[in-house]
């Protein structure tokens, strides 16, 4: 019998993380950092099988875009220990089939 795996982590720049930089890993896009000046691409990551991005209904439509929002959420956070996004991992089963209904 498979399980399932759910793991939910904090982005933290306390612990040397960027969120840009999370956000560029887990889309597999190109995305430039404002904050540090680094330039995240992980275009050739394989296995994506699904990115969205989910807003409020009052956000700003600019925050559409990631690396406008990612880098929008660097900026506002000034301490050196913030924490700046939360990471959750979802690992389903293959044997798990998809509804048509």
Known sequence: MAIYHME???????????????AA???????????DGIQHD??????LVWEHVFLPQNAPSE????ATLWNAV?????SKDSRLAR??????PVE???SNG
């Open 8 to 22: 939910a982590k904090i982005i933290s720049r306390g612990e040397g993380r960027s969120a840009v930089a999370a």
């Open 25 to 35: 890993y887990m889309s597999c896009d190109k995305i430039y950092n404002d904050y």
């Open 42 to 47: 992980y275009t050739k990551k394989q296995g």
């Open 63 to 66: 925050w559409k875009d990631r």
């Open 74 to 78: 660097e900026e506002s956070e000034k």
């Open 87 to 92: 990471e959750f991992v979802v690992a389903l």
């Open 96 to 98: 798990l089939k998809k």
